[in-house]
């Protein structure tokens, strides 16, 4: 399986960006795709995951801000980001998981600053 992300970026905080990440190749059927983040400094965490069932799971500091949707059809998945604060900055992966399986994309770069 392969991924390509797209989307980051710079913005202000309040801001919105979003990130889509498109699956390729041999994408089983049952599977889980999800954006994780890796800060300077610090190590990677969970941002949100959702599975092909459309369950959804955030981490804490993203509830209520941060939206991932995912199209079947086109193996792809997004983050929609509401209200960036500048703690949101880091280098987001897009994370492909189906049992035992797991892929990862090459990161893209978010920056809230003002």
């Known amino acids: 399986v392969q991924l390509q992300a797209s989307g980051g970026g710079l913005v202000q905080p309040g801001g919105s960006l979003g990130l889509s990440c498109a699956a390729s190749?041999?994408?089983?059927?049952?599977?889980?795709m999800g954006w994780y983040r890796r800060a300077p400094g610090k190590q990677r965490e969970l941002v949100a995951t959702i599975t092909n069932r459309i369950r959804t799971n955030y981490a804490d500091s993203v509830k209520g801000r941060f939206t991932i949707s995912r199209d079947n059809a086109k193996n792809t998945v997004y983050l929609q980001m509401n209200s960036l604060k500048p703690e949101d900055t880091a280098v987001y992966y897009c994370n492909f998981k189906a049992t035992p399986y797991d892929y990862w994309g090459q990161g893209t770069q978010v920056t809230v600053s003002s």
């Open positions: 190749g041999n994408v089983f059927s049952n599977n889980v």
